[in-house]
């Protein structure tokens, strides 16, 4: 089965910057996709990687390197409302997506 | 605005009855849909794929007789939970892609067995 790990918990300040490792070993890959969840709610796509190096969108970037196995997501001026879960998600060579079990990031004031 | 748009969004419903969540693509046409669960505290699981106009494709371990999942047009897919029981109690999301780089996710279903 695939296999993808993220950590289950992380605490910042608001302002700071976080960041969200991810590690994953898959059959195949066709993408790596992180998603925010807030409690009882459904995902929303923050961003996609499928080529190693670095994407930025506003305050959020996503890393990839296809070698190691491993993606980043890089919260930047936290703020109270970045308090959700992120999932991390890698697309396999069938194109299904597996999740990884969440990070759940709060942010204090 | 939304791109996807699942129906109902809780649902409290007696052991043994059935219950039916709509999965609907809105200004596009989906011909493949995803259905996931969602245990409290655990990550999204995929059960099934549906395409439009064939037969769904089941995950390991998930009951196809149980599941019932309808793909009969390019805009709505519909999962049917048959002879709920409390453990079916779950957040059930339905997703869709758009190309190959964006996955969008219906507001998912609270369903709740008593």
């Known amino acids: 089965g695939q296999n993808i790990d993220q950590p289950t918990e992380m605490t910042a300040t608001e302002g700071a910057i976080v960041q969200i490792n991810c590690t994953y070993q898959?059959?195949?890959?066709?993408?790596l996709f992180w998603y925010q969840q807030h409690a009882g709610e459904a995902p929303t796509f923050l961003s996609y990687?499928?080529?190693?190096g670095l994407e930025e969108k506003g305050r959020f970037s996503s890393f990839l390197s296809r070698s190691k196995g491993y993606s980043y997501l890089l919260l930047k001026e936290l703020q109270m409302k970045d308090s959700a879960s992120y999932l991390c998600?890698?697309?396999?060579?069938?194109?299904?997506?597996?999740f990884g079990a969440g990070t759940t990031v709060t942010v204090r004031a | 605005g939304a791109v996807v748009s699942q129906h109902p969004s809780w649902v409290i419903c007696k052991s043994g009855t059935s219950v039916k969540i709509e999965c609907r693509s809105l200004d596009f046409q989906a011909t493949t849909m995803f259905w996931y669960r969602q245990f409290p505290k655990q990550s999204l699981m995929l059960m099934a794929t549906s395409n439009e106009g064939s037969k769904a494709t089941y995950e390991q371990g998930v009951e196809k007789d149980k599941f019932l999942i309808n793909h009969a047009s390019l805009t709505l897919s519909t999962l049917t939970v048959t002879s709920a029981h409390p453990e079916d109690s779950s957040f059930y999301i339905c997703s869709t892609e758009r190309g190959n780089t964006e996955a969008f996710f219906g507001q998912g279903t609270r369903l709740t067995v008593v």
């Open positions: 898959t059959s195949g890959f066709n993408g």
């Open positions: 998600a890698v697309r396999d060579r069938d194109y299904k997506l597996s």
């Open positions: 990687n499928v080529l190693d």
